[in-house]
């Protein structure tokens, strides 16, 4: 089983940038980035895919963007321009499979 490893939230003004990592304990094919607010169902952010392909929601397209470090099995989600709206819990995910990483915090306030 792979295991993945979130860190790089926190609490950030509107405007601000965070850059999240998601570091898994195996080679990373395709991630999926999450994310979840109390009471809402988990909405899809992003994908990195093979290839070094990624997607975005349209909510997020044009702010976020993926990367990878393949060196380092991290995949990464560089956040610009944060909105209020983008507070939530930021999870990843191996596509195709049930591995998720633990989830951070991300807030964007003044």
């Known amino acids: 089983q792979v295991q993945l490893v979130e860190s790089g939230g926190g609490l950030v003004q509107p405007g601000g940038s965070l850059r999240l990592s998601c570091a898994s304990s195996g080679m990373i094919f395709n991630m999926g980035w999450y994310r979840q607010v109390p009471g809402k169902t988990r909405e899809w952010v992003g994908t990195?895919?093979?290839?070094?392909?990624?997607n975005y929601s349209d909510s997020v397209k044009g702010r976020f963007t993926n990367s990878r470090d393949t060196a380092k099995n991290t995949v990464y989600l560089q956040m610009n321009n944060l909105k209020p709206d983008d507070t939530a819990v930021y999870y990843c995910?191996?596509?195709?499979?049930?591995?998720w990483g633990q989830g951070t915090q991300v807030t964007v306030s003044s």
């Open positions: 995910r191996i596509l195709g499979t049930n591995w």
């Open positions: 990195y895919g093979s290839g070094g392909i990624t």
